[in-house]
């Protein structure tokens, strides 16, 4: 079956190509205008976003100890994303980035992080 188009979205902070492989597995590749941000969800399941190009800060908070990690990622970077962990990718230059997971997508919104996507997106 190989790689297979889904669909093509885009908003003001850039567009996100839908891919799947052989069916199974999803691969999307995303862009984020320098001062808007990605996420502010978390998964029931593991996910890798690899950052290609750009510079972003990353955010991650462990939803059951309430320990949250911040560092700037510059590209050529692969972040594993442990299952309902909350992340947040705030672009501090034009970024471009793949994520990959096998399982069908779920996504929580966690209010704390998912503000700042939506904030970035008025102001910007």
Do not use: C, W
């Not at 994303?81 to 970024?95: G, Q, R, S, Y």
């Not at 793949?98 to 997508?105: A, I, T, V, W």
Request: net charge neutral; no cysteine; glycine share 6%.
């Amino acid at each position: 079956m190989g790689l297979e188009f889904k669909k093509l979205a885009e908003d003001v902070r850039g567009k996100i190509l839908f891919m799947s492989y052989d069916g199974k597995k999803s691969l999307n590749i995303a862009e984020i205008k320098k001062g808007f941000a990605r996420g502010g969800h978390y998964h029931p399941y593991e996910q890798y976003h690899v950052i290609l190009s750009g510079k972003i800060e990353y955010r991650e908070e462990n939803l059951d100890t309430k320990e949250e990690q911040i560092q700037i990622v510059n590209g050529y970077k692969i972040i594993k994303v442990p299952p309902n962990t909350a992340h947040l990718l705030i672009a501090l230059e034009d970024t471009l980035f793949f994520e990959s997971f096998d399982k069908d997508y779920v996504a929580t919104d966690y209010q704390k992080y998912r503000k700042i996507v939506e904030e970035r997106m008025k102001v910007n």
